[in-house]
């Protein structure tokens, strides 16, 4: 049970930086010079109606193999899950993209084969596997044996050595 409760509590913080970041990414829009506005009778006439940010085809269909399934188990839902295992299938996509877009700079693409979600032809995928069995094991077994951690739950994960990077920078200097 306390090896449940450290593992969803390092998701519930992946997921909550996941959307922090990806909201905050998402929100900026970069505009050298602003436009001047527009009349307000203009504003109205013109105004679409709200359309969510535009989302990747292939990541849309998976958002849609998904919708009405949320909290169902991902393996439920997905065809070849190992790691995420009675997650609820609505997380896998976020965990994606923040444990593993964001933390290592890839894109879906590094590990998957696009249309062959479930295949295993690239090792990076079983790489990536076995990578967050290592950072299960340093923050449920190995940090709780280091004398005088500032942090009442200490924990890794993909960004405490991959910064962004396929391969973390080691400085060897």
């Given at each position: 049970m306390k090896k449940q409760i450290l593992v969803m509590g390092m998701l519930c913080s992946i997921l909550f930086l996941g959307?922090?970041?990806?909201?905050?990414?998402?929100?900026?829009?970069?505009?050298?010079?602003?436009?001047?506005?527009?009349?307000?009778?203009q504003v109205a006439a013109e105004k679409p109606a709200e359309t969510p940010p535009s989302v990747p085809p292939f990541i849309a269909a998976i958002q849609e193999?998904?919708?009405?399934?949320?909290?169902?188990?991902?393996?439920?839902?997905?065809?070849?899950?190992q790691i995420l295992k009675g997650m609820p299938a609505g997380r896998v996509l976020?965990?994606?993209?923040?444990?593993?877009?964001?933390?290592?700079?890839?894109?879906?693409?590094?590990?998957?084969e696009f249309g062959q979600w479930a295949s295993?032809?690239?090792?990076t995928k079983q790489v990536a596997?076995?990578?967050?069995?290592?950072?299960?094991?340093?923050?449920?077994?190995?940090?709780?044996?280091?004398?005088?951690?500032?942090?009442?739950?200490p924990a890794v994960n993909c960004t405490t050595c991959h910064r962004g990077q396929v391969k973390p920078?080691?400085?060897?200097?």
């Open positions: 959307t922090f970041n990806w909201s905050s990414c998402t929100a900026k829009k970069a505009t050298a010079t602003p436009a001047p506005e527009p009349a307000e009778e193999k998904v919708k009405g399934k949320e909290n169902l188990p991902a393996e439920e839902v997905f065809e070849n899950i976020p965990i994606m993209r923040m444990a593993f877009n964001q933390s290592l700079g890839v894109k879906c693409g590094h590990c998957h295993d032809a690239k090792p596997r076995d990578m967050w069995v290592m950072t299960g094991k340093i923050n449920q077994e190995l940090l709780s044996q280091i004398p005088n951690l500032q942090s009442e739950q920078a080691l400085n060897m200097e």
